[in-house]
C-alpha cells in the first residue's frame, strides 16, 4: 500500500508538472503573439430577419500560430484570461474592430455595426472606458456602429459597479448587448436597469427550436420579452432554414449563424459586400 500510495503521487506530481509546464509554455507563446501580432480577427455577419440584408458583424479572435493552423478562442482564451494579457489583446481587438469597420465605411459600404466580445478582466478593468472613447476617436468610428457584447456572468459580480460602467459606455453613444442570453444567471429584473440594446439568445436554444417544444417555447418568450422591452433580439448559431422560418414567427429581429455565413476574413467580407452593392 505504501509502494501504491507512492506510485500514485509521483504519478500525480508528474501530472501537475507537466499541466503547469503546458501552462507556461503556453503563455510564453501567447506573449509572443502578443508580440509579433499573431492574433487577427475573423467576421460573422448579423443578418435582418426582415430584409435579409447584413446589418451587422460580430468580430471574433483568431491566433495565427507559426508552427500550424489558424487557432479558435476556446483553446486560448482561458489562458489569456488566468495570465492578464486579456486586456492587452482585448483594446487590440476593440481597436481593429473600429479600425476595420471605419475602413469598410470609407471604401464605400453601407455602414454596419461591429460588435466585439468582452472577457470579465477587461469588464472589471479600469482602462474600458478609455480604450473604447480612443479607439473610436483614432479610427473616427461613429460609436452608433460599435456594440460590445457582455455576458450575464460578466454583470452579477458587482452590479451597482457594472451598471454605471455600462451608462458610461452608453454615454459615448456605443450599443450594449447580452451575449449567451438565457445560460448564465439571468435575473429578469438585471434587465430593468441594465441600459441594453439588445439580446442574443444562445445558441443552445436554437439548436432543437424545430424538435423541441421547450427551446421553441423558451425562444418564443424571450423573442415576446425583447420585443416588449424594446430592445432587439438575435438568434445565435443559426444552422439551417427551418430554424430561421421558426425564429422569424417567433419575432426573432435579427439572425446569425452558419446558415448565412460563417466567421470569414475581412477581405472576404469586403468581397461579398462588393458583390451585393452591384448586385
Ligand atoms: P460567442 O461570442 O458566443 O461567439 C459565437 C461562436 O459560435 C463563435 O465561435 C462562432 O464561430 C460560433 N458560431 C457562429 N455561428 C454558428 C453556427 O451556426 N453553428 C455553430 N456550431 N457555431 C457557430 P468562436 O469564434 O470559436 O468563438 C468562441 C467564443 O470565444 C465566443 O463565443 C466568445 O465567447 C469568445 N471570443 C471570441 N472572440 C473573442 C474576443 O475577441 N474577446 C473575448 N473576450 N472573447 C472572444
Ligand atoms: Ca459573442
Ligand atoms: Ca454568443
Ligand atoms: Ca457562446
Not at 455577419?45 to 468580430?59: F, L, N
Request: charged fraction near 20%.
Amino acid at each position: 500500500a505504501k509502494e501504491m500510495g507512492g506510485n500514485c503521487f509521483s504519478f500525480y506530481s508528474q501530472e501537475m508538472n507537466e499541466r503547469f509546464e503546458n501552462l507556461l509554455k503556453m503563455e510564453t507563446a501567447l506573449r509572443r503573439a502578443v508580440a509579433n501580432e499573431e492574433f487577427f480577427l475573423q467576421y460573422q455577419p448579423r443578418i435582418c430577419a426582415h430584409t435579409q440584408q447584413i446589418i451587422g458583424i460580430e468580430a471574433l479572435l483568431r491566433w495565427n500560430h507559426p508552427e500550424g493552423e489558424m487557432v479558435l478562442p476556446s483553446c486560448f482564451i482561458p489562458q489569456l484570461e488566468e495570465s492578464g494579457l486579456i486586456v492587452q489583446v482585448g483594446t487590440w481587438v476593440i481597436r481593429e474592430a473600429c479600425r476595420q469597420n471605419k475602413l469598410w465605411q470609407d471604401m464605400g459600404f453601407e455602414p454596419l455595426c461591429v460588435s466585439v466580445n468582452l472577457s470579465s478582466r477587461q469588464f472589471r478593468s479600469e482602462s474600458l472606458v478609455n480604450t473604447v472613447s480612443s479607439a473610436l476617436a483614432d479610427s473616427g468610428l461613429e460609436p452608433r456602429y460599435l456594440e460590445l457584447e457582455l455576458t450575464e456572468s460578466l454583470l452579477v459580480d458587482n452590479t451597482e459597479h457594472a451598471i454605471s460602467l455600462m451608462h458610461a459606455l452608453k454615454e459615448l453613444g456605443i450599443a450594449l448587448s447580452i451575449d449567451d442570453f438565457g445560460t448564465g444567471y439571468s435575473s429578469l429584473s438585471y434587465l430593468k436597469r441594465f441600459p441594453i440594446d439588445c439580446l442574443k439568445i444562445d445558441r443552445s436554444f436554437i439548436t432543437d427550436i424545430a424538435s423541441n417544444a421547450k427551446d421553441a417555447a423558451i425562444v418564443e418568450a424571450i423573442s415576446t420579452l425583447a420585443h416588449n422591452l424594446g430592445i432587439g433580439l438575435v438568434a445565435e448559431g443559426v444552422e439551417n432554414i427551418n430554424q430561421a422560418k421558426l425564429l422569424k414567427g417567433f419575432g426573432c429581429t435579427e439572425m446569425q449563424g452558419y446558415f448565412y455565413s460563417k466567421p470569414i476574413d475581412a477581405n472576404h467580407l469586403a468581397s461579398i459586400l462588393n458583390q451585393l452593392g452591384s448586385s
